[in-house]
Each structure stands twice: as structure tokens, then as C-alpha cells.
């Protein structure tokens, strides 16, 4: 909803502003020039990234537009399944969590939990760090910068598609110029042949290419990229918030403890309170 509100705001600012100084409307409309800058933008993309990041772009740009996964009621379930891990493992130990670990799609506690389970590696790294502390092989600092490592290299890329989309936004008003140039070399050509009027048409034309540059890096696609940035950070808060989980209950502390743990790791604007939380976990 805000993605639609703060496109509508940037369109009827620039073409209500321009309207109202009595610019003529169609004067804009120069599909060629677009035509340019939007090739060559797409050219550049292809050409400096590998497929992996053509993809993860696809599928990070309708959660732009829809908004992330990782909001209150998945951080809920996802506080609710650690407990229901943690209490199991306190009443009949560690080892008891192995079943569910091997096959969480089997797993009647994670089962309870569809969001959770349908984010694939979040779940695997519940149960990758929940298999090792069933091994009891590693010391609690051992585990937690191992974690420290997966969570740096998923932040990394989660945020690589809002850096590959980014990097377009700063190419584009160069490819703007790129386009106002050959429009102004067109009308050069035609210098001795045409009047005052079809040459200033040709000028007004090629300047729309910078401002069609400009406009779409600084009101379209760079804060597009912010927002794949925020849904980045957004996910990876989830699993900072299994990681100070696992290690409090490694640590001793009671499922309660540690569930509090996780939840203090979160962003306030998503962090479900405490009573809130607690009913959440008593009605599953």
C-alpha cells in the first residue's frame, strides 16, 4: 500500500508542478528517450551480474510492492515454535528434538507453524543449530560465531539484489545525458533544413532524457532498492532472534527466558509484547 501511496505522491508532485507552471503534458511523452535509458539500464544490469542476482531481484521486487513476509504475527509463530522446541527439550532433554529437527515437515510442533515452515532458511537454520547442540560438540562460543558467520553471509545476500537495483538507479541519470546527447546530435543534423520550431521541439525532446534519468533514479529505483534493503534487514532480525534463543537455552536458562531473549533481539515496531506474546504461546 505505501509503495502505490509514494508513487502517487512523486508523480503528482513533479507532473502537478509542471502543469501548473503550464507546461504542455505531451511534451513528455518521448518513448524513445525512455526507450534509451531503460535498454541501457537493463544492458548494464545483465552485463554485471550473474544469474543468481537477476533472480533474486524477480522475487525481491513484488515484496516491494506487497510488503515483506517477516512482520509481527511470523516473528509470533516463529518465538511460539522456540518455546514449544525448548520445552520439549527441558521435559524430555536435547535428544528428544531430533526427530523434529531431521524432518520439520513431519515435526508436530513445527507443523503448528506454517509461516515458519514455509521460510526454508530460517527453518534449516533453526534445526542446523538445534542438531548441534543435540551433539553437545561445541561450546556455546563456538556456536555462536558460527551463527555470527551465517548471519553476516545472509545479510550479505539478502542485500545483494537491493545493491544490483541500486547501481541502476545511479547509472540512470547518466544514461538520461547518454540520451539528451544523441537527441541534440539529431537536431544539429537538421540545423539547416528545419525551422525554429520543429528545432526547439527537437531540444524540448532531448531534454526530457536527463529529466526522465533523474526522475526515474531518485523517485523510482533507488528507493526501491531502500525498501529491498529494510526487508532485508527485516529478515535477518529473525534469525538474530533465533540465535540468542538457542544460546540462552544452551546457556541454561528456562524456554520462557530464553523465548524473551529472542524477542528483545527485534526491531519495537514488530516486536510483540510481552502478554501478548505469552497468550499467543498458551493458545498453541
Not at 539500464?41 to 537477476?54: D, K, Y
Amino acid at each position: 500500500m505505501l509503495f502505490f501511496v509514494g508513487i502517487i505522491i512523486v508523480i503528482a508532485s513533479v507532473l502537478g508542478g509542471y502543469l501548473l507552471s503550464h507546461g504542455q503534458l505531451m511534451a513528455l511523452f518521448q518513448p524513445f528517450e525512455l526507450l534509451i535509458i531503460g535498454g541501457a539500464a537493463l544492458g548494464a544490469h545483465v552485463v554485471s551480474n550473474p544469474m543468481h542476482i537477476h533472480k533474486a531481484v524477480g522475487k525481491a521486487l513484488p515484496k516491494v510492492i506487497t510488503g515483506g513476509k517477516f512482520h509481527k504475527h511470523l516473528y509470533m509463530e516463529l518465538l511460539s515454535l522456540l518455546y514449544g522446541l525448548f520445552d520439549k527439550a527441558r521435559k524430555s532433554g536435547i535428544m528428544s528434538l531430533e526427530e523434529d529437527v531431521d524432518d520439520p515437515a513431519a515435526s508436530p510442533i513445527f507443523s503448528k507453524y506454517p509461516s515458519v515452515l514455509k521460510e526454508e532458511p530460517l527453518t534449516e537454520f533453526i534445526t542446523d543449530y538445534l542438531r548441534i547442540a543435540t551433539t553437545g560438540s561445541m561450546q556455546p562460543h563456538e556456536l555462536e560465531g558460527l551463527m555470527d558467520l551465517e548471519i553476516d553471509t545472509r545479510m550479505k545476500e539478502l542485500k545483494e539484489p537491493a545493491h544490483a537495483v541500486q547501481k541502476i538507479a545511479d547509472g540512470l541519470p547518466g544514461f538520461g545525458i547518454v540520451a539528451a546527447v544523441m537527441g541534440i546530435v539529431i537536431t544539429m543534423g537538421m540545423l539547416s533544413t528545419a525551422d525554429n520550431a520543429a528545432i526547439g521541439l527537437h531540444v524540448a525532446a532531448a531534454l526530457v532524457g536527463t529529466f526522465l534519468g533523474i526522475l526515474l533514479a531518485y523517485g523510482f529505483v533507488g528507493p526501491m532498492a531502500t525498501a529491498m534493503e529494510h526487508l532485508a534487514l527485516e529478515e535477518v532480525k529473525a534469525f538474530e532472534c533465533v540465535k540468542v534463543s538457542i544460546l540462552a537455552i544452551i546457556g541454561g536458562v528456562s524456554p520462557q527466558i530464553a523465548v524473551e531473549f529472542g524477542r528483545k533481539a527485534l526491531f519495537y515496531s514488530h516486536r510483540p509484547k510481552f502478554q501478548e506474546l505469552n497468550d499467543y504461546v498458551k493458545s498453541h
